[in-house]
T-cell receptor
Framework: KAGVTQTPRYLIKTRGQQVTLSCSPI?????VSWYQQTPGQGLQFLFE???????NKGNFPGRFSGRQFSNSRSEMNVSTLELGDSALYLC?????????FGPGTRLTVT | QKEVEQNSGPLSVPEGAIASLNCTYS??????FFWYRQYSGKSPELIMS????GDKEDGRFTAQLNKASQYVSLLIRDSQPSDSATYLC???????????FGTGTRLQVTL
């Protein structure tokens, strides 16, 4: 069974730009959660989508948004990038309670 | 008080010894608990899940849960150098799939 895939794996953007990250969950999993990992804040929950609906949201500004498609693939978007948005962005796929992480997208904002 | 607390370490144990990793959490509504292992530069890998009070064993790993004390632990027997990594404790919060992570404990297994 294929694991969680995320694209792109690495990204360099400039302040003020926007970025879209993609996540394909494990086949059959309907829940996709997004997390941000930084050295200072650790792993923080961004939001979770289930059957194309946002089911839960963390404490991030509105610049962070996401969506889920009918095939369960998910995208997250960050608009007006700031230097502090540099981080590893992880998506996790879940069929019940266990969550399996993808390899992550390393975003660097310059 | 942090929602999930772990000793950041590093916890240094000799090869072949038992490594004991501890975690406390504040949300009494948490029902499911997970341990992830994260190697430097990699994403977290699920290694154990536990849902009921008591012990759960899987190979060299044993997870222990005490909901009354809001405490969960992970024991690694016969520690190997390949176990050197950061171990993250994560209770599942609420009905949605929100994991709340501790800062992680860095484990170093020495030869």
């Amino acid at each position: 069974k294929a694991g969680v895939t995320q694209t792109p794996r690495y990204l360099i953007k400039t302040r003020g730009q926007q970025v879209t990250l993609s996540c394909s969950p494990i086949s059959g999993h309907r829940s996709v959660s997004w997390y941000q990992q930084t050295p200072g804040q650790g792993l923080q929950f961004l939001f979770e989508y289930f059957s194309e609906t946002q089911r839960n949201k963390g404490n991030f500004p509105g610049r962070f948004s996401g969506r889920q498609f009918s095939n369960s693939r998910s995208e997250m978007n960050v608009s007006t990038l700031e230097l502090g948005d540099s981080a590893l962005y992880l998506c996790a796929s879940s069929g019940d309670s266990e969550q399996y992480f993808g390899p992550g997208t390393r975003l660097t904002v310059t | 008080q942090k929602e999930v607390e772990q000793n950041s370490g590093p916890l240094s144990v000799p090869e072949g010894a038992i490594a004991s990793l501890n975690c406390t959490y504040s949300d009494r509504g948490s029902q499911s608990f997970f341990w992830y292992r994260q190697y430097s530069g990699k994403s977290p890998e699920l290694i154990m899940s536990i849902y009921s009070n008591g012990d759960k064993e899987d190979g060299r790993f044993t997870a222990q849960l005490n909901k009354a004390s809001q405490y969960v632990s992970l024991l690694i027997r016969d520690s190997q150098p390949s176990d050197s990594a950061t171990y993250l404790c994560a209770p599942l919060t609420g009905t949605a799939s929100k994991l709340t992570f501790g800062t992680g404990t860095r484990l170093q297994v020495t030869l």
